[in-house]
Each structure stands twice: as C-alpha cells, then as structure tokens.
C-alpha cells in the first residue's frame, strides 16, 4: 500500500532530489517520538519512519539474573503497564517451577486476572483522560469536526474527572492484589503471594457499581466522537491489516490466558486457538537497519506480508463475542458500524478501547463475589523445566515473555515481543498514509505534527512520549536534504510550546 | 560490672559483660549497627555505631558498658557520618532495591531509611562482581555484599565450619568461600546453616524464596529498624512510662562536644523511641 515510501528510491536520494524530514537518533530531544519523513524535490513524501528506541538492552540485562526475580524486575520496563510485564514473566516463570496455567490453584488464577482487570482498567483509563480533555481537538484540521466534538463534550461535563477516578480505581485494584500501586509483588513462581482480604474485598466492592457506570459513560463518549464524524474517523490513518490476540476456548475476548487467533483483512480466520508456547515457530522478527525496533510478522506469509496490528482494536476484533453484557452490546453496535467483518479505522483503536474498559470493570464486580478471591490454597508445585514462555493481553496488545534458564536457575536467554513492537509495522504505516495523505506539498507545519501524533497516539504506544496529554506530546521533526543537510527543525516540547527554526 | 549509663540523655542500665550497643538495645534505645547481631561477638567493622563515650569516638558495639559513662549517639555530627556511611556502601556495591527480593527485609535499607538517604552522595562505582548460583539451595549475590563478616564469624563459630573468608584489601576486598572450586558447591555449606541466613542484605540468598513474604508481611514495612531492632516490650513500656532520664546537660544539644559540621548537615532521622 504504502510499503514504497519506506525506502526511497536511492537514485533519487543521490541525486539530491530528495528532502530528508528527519529525527536523527543522536539529536533526539529526551522523551521525545520523533518521525522521519523523505520529501522529494516537490515535497512528496517519499518516505515516513517512526523511530523508537526504548527497548534496547533489557534482554541483555536480564542475563545472568535468577529466574525468581523475573516478575518484579520485569516491571521496570514500562512505567505505564508494569503489571502486565509482572504478569507475563509470572506465567514463564510458572513453566519453569513446571506449572502449566491450567493447573495454577483457582485463586492465584482469578487473584491474577483480578490484578491484570485493575491494570487494563486503569492504562485504558489513562488513555481515556487524554481523550476527553478539550485538547483532543489538536491535530484535526476542519472546524465541522471541532465544532461536533465540543458539542459532544459539553454533554459529559465531568467527563476527565471521571476518567481521573477509573484510573484512580484500577489502581486501588493493583494495590490491594500486589501490594502497591505502582512495583507490587503478588505474583510469585506457582502462583501469587497473598489473597485479598475479605476487608480488601469489600473496599474494593464500595465503588465498583459506579466504575461500571463511569466506564460506560467514556464507552458513549467516545461512540459518539467517533460515529459524530465517520468519514474522518474511518479514513484517518487508515491501514487495512491482519489481527493478532488471544481468544479463550470459545472464542470470546480474553486478555490474561488463551490461544492465538489472527484474522485476515476480511476476516477470514488465519490461525486459531494456537498455543503460545510454539510462537517462535509462529512469528520471526525482522531487524532493520534504521531502527532498534524489530519488526514481528507471521512466519508463514513472510517478511511483507506477514505483519499484522494487536491491541484493543486487534482483540475487539477478533473475538466472537465478549462475556460480560454490556461490553458485549457495545461490541456489537462497533462491528455493525462499519458494514465490514473487520474494522480497520486506526482511530477505532479508541472506541475499543473503551468496550475492553467497560469489560474490565464489568469483570472486575464479577470477580468481586467470588470467594476464591480469599482462599490461601495460592501455589502450585512441579517439576522444574528449563524454559518458559509466558503470553498476555497487555492493554496494548499481545505481549510476550520468553526465558530460558541454566541448571543453576540463572536466566541465559530472554525474548521478550512488546505490543509496541508488534504494531510497529502498522504504526509505520499509519504514519506514513497520514504523511503520504495530509502533508505532502507543505512545509513543516503545526498541523502537519499534530496530525502524526493522533495517527501515532491512536495505537497507544508506550513510550514515554506518549504519556503526555493530547496536544501535549513531544515530537521532533527535522527536515534534512539529501545530502543530510538540515532544512528546518520543528520541536513541540510536552509545554506545548512549539520551537521552528529553518536553517 | 553493672550500673547505669547515659545515652543521649536516657539512663540506660546494663548487666555483666553487656557492650553500649547491647545495653542501648535492650533498654529500647537503637543506635544504627550492621556488621553486629545480637548473640555475636563484638566485631567492629562498620563503624556504624560510632557514639561519643565520654567525649572520645568509639564503636559502640565494641566497647563494654561501664557505669557512669556519658555516650552520645543521636548528635548531628554522628548522624551525618552514618549517613555518608552508608552511602558509601550503596556506592561501592550494587544495590538496587527496587527489584532485589531482599527489599523491605533488608537491614542496609532499613538503615538507609533511617538514615534518611535520599541520595548516594559519592559517585557509583560500578563494581563487576560475579554471582556464584552453583549451589542446589543457595545464592551468592556479590554485588550486594557489604563485608560485615558476619557470614564468616557464623559458619565459623555458628556452625562449626569456615565456609567463607573475606580476602583482599579497600576496593579489592571481596567474599571468598572455602572449597576446592572457590564455588558454593563445592563447599560443605547446608541451606540449614546459620550462616546461610545470617546475611543483612541479599548477598547470601535462600533459593526460591524470593517475595514469599507479600508486601505489609515484611520486616520493616510496618515498623522502622529503630523500633525492630528492641523488644516489643520494652517500646511499650517505653511509649507508657516514658524513658528515664539522666542530666540533661548531657544532650548532644546542649553543649554535646562535637558541631563541627552542623551548619552543613542533614536533618537527623527523627527517631521514634527513647527519647
Ligand atoms: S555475604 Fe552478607 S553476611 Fe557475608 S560478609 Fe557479605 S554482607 Fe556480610
Ligand atoms: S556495628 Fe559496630 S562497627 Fe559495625
């Protein structure tokens, strides 16, 4: 589709024929994205990359480390999801002490899910208070999409309040399973550490009916934001693509433990209730010269055709329906909206984000009633083995964990597949559909900018640039020729303040 | 010998053959230790426990107890020695509590805390030093070894057996372990042995007992090392009764001897028993 702006032609480049926007590794600005686009003489995009540098060295550094200190080390990896680090290494580590998930006790199971519910919860509600705030105009350029969306938002006054106090609750819910809100324990080799109390139990069921209704509030909004405008909603950043995620047995959503699924562009069912612990025959990833990042892709359709998006979008997607009502007729009315088996708005990436929302607070009162929650029959025991391969739903998609250890229980490989990892094809796409669709023939503009970042926001991306508020983010272009002489500079600093300087 | 002493303005009285630290201890007042434990003989490598006796510097943990002895502890000046102590140790070691399973039973953490160390102070030095995880049950984690000894003087006294030695000198001292191989294996060390517990932070490790304990069931989660290190008992009696105390012409602030650095120094942890 867009694969050809990815490496412009180098004749051109040669002959100096192209412009280089670019964000050069070395001069990235701290916490910055940063987005590299290759004009020609015309300004046509030739060619659109977004650098990512966050994961480097981490495998590495687990090396040589004892197989127990996984789970909590693990969680220094990403300041916005550490439960779901905590989690996936949690289920490796299970294999290698020789406990399969289906034989964790029923309480570290639901203790688990329980835990993971209040992170969803609380990333997706993160995600969510961006979204609210009136900031979510930046980056659309026509006035009748501002005009319909401050009339939306003036229906939800409360609305980033609300949002404040979703993410305030999944956070209590982490608190109270691992002990902390953010770099708990909880999660140990065979099981988990503590149950809840049935005093913890009942804080935690104190507010919970009201999650449910503020989590159905932000699912509306963001319906109505989105349908309020559907040409722009359903074309923005648009890439058609295949669907990663696991699926429970039956097929329905399922974000803690479950089968791969991936679905085609038309819905046509790839692979299906695959087991995890084979993905490395499943999914290569590709290592390109440009950036840190691999690039996953499906083994058996190859290095171009073979990538594929996860995440909410990815898992709303894929599944056959969701077991908690609510979020259920939500799903419904998404995939009615567009008339196709898959939808392949970038921006839906919201709306579904909102049903899984509304699923993990639905979820989450479930599980409150369960007396499980407070049995100690917590750790299984078993053989000890020396690999393990532990995969979650991560709130930004499937994330994997992969270790082996030596007879000494030390760590001697690890592998670890980030969803940010896993959409970074799709994100390069979406990145360059909008460059290729909305900026080519302008210079370095503010639009231009505010355009990447809800083209790279939508896939919720963690890095550290993506925490800040909409309109907020901190992106670095520099528009270089050729012969890597530098044109123009344009910063947006999180302050906001735009810094352009044309050399 | 008994009698009473004088610590920081509290009388404490000892018995026979008590050291300061042992009869501050017992009588509810903590004074910071690392290299010393209950039970142990006196050893005195740390310094930790550096407190004015009468006006001359020695290590608490050390020196007996001698009636009429006027001790300060809780001054400034010994405070801000202690802190850039432990400073030092975080520097020349690999301490990272965030991920290390010995966090919140930790007693180098628990005397950081209590120190009040916000920073490290000194530059990092990086140390390279190798885990030894050949054995079936037991972790060395060097790098987070602080040379107290106590590792030693337990499998040597304790056990009845010298698996460990400290070797070398300054930046090259490093913890040694008696066996052929230089490895834990191949040393008589069992997961029983006191000295296979004793370590004050996690540089000798039991395997696979990592984050057994939930946080809120750990040692220091609830009560810092100052109120941990002393009875139970005696805190309450204490809390209850007040402390007894001796002139009080003898605080560190009242014309203690040393100010030396007070203008430059960092608040004094506010210790929560004795006084
Ligand atoms: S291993 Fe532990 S007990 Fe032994 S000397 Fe080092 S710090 Fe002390
Ligand atoms: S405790 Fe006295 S010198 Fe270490």
New binding site residues.
Partial sequence: MYEHLETADPALVESGKLKRVAVDPVSRVEGHGKVTLLLDENNKVQQARLHIVEFRGFEKFIQGRPYWELPVMVQRLCGICPVSHHLAAAKAIDQLVGVDPVNLPPAADKLRRLLHFGQVLQSHALHFFHLSSPDLLFGFESEIGKRSIVAVLTDYPDIGLQGVKLRKYGQEVIRMVSGKRIHGTGAIPGGMNKALTKAECDYLKQDIAQIVIWAEAALQLVTKVHTSNLPYYDDFATIRSKYLSLTKPNGALELYHGGIRVKGEQGETLVDHYDYCTYPELIREEVRSWTYMKFPYLTSLGKTDGWYRVGPLARINNCDFIDTPLAESARVEFKRHSGEAMVHSTLAFHWTRMIELLHCAESIQALLDDPDLLSNDLVAKGEKRHEGIGVIEAPRGTLFHHYQIDENDIVTKANLIVSTTSNNTAMNESVRQVAAEYLSGRELSEPLLNNLEVAIRAYDPCLSCATHAVGKMPLQLELIDAEGKLVDTLIRHSSGEFIHSSA | MSGTLCIDGIAVPFSDGQTIIEAARTAGVYIPYLCHRPGYAPYGSCKLCTVKVNGRTNTACTLPAADGQTVISNSPDLQHDRQRITQMLFVEGNHFCPSCEKSGNCQLQAVAYHQNMLDNHYPHFYAQRELDASHPDIL?DHD?????????RASKEKDGKEV?G?AGRGIHKR?IVNSPTGKLKDSDISVDDEAAH????G??LVKRSAYLAPIGERIYDHHPISEVACERAVLEAGAATGYPSCDQTKLPQNGGPDSHYAATMPPAPDIKHGR
Wanted: aromatic share 10%; net charge positive; charged share 5%.
């Fill in positions: 060395i987070r070894c602080i040379f107290c000894n106590l590792c030693v460990f400290i913890l004793v370590c004050p932070t540089a000798i």
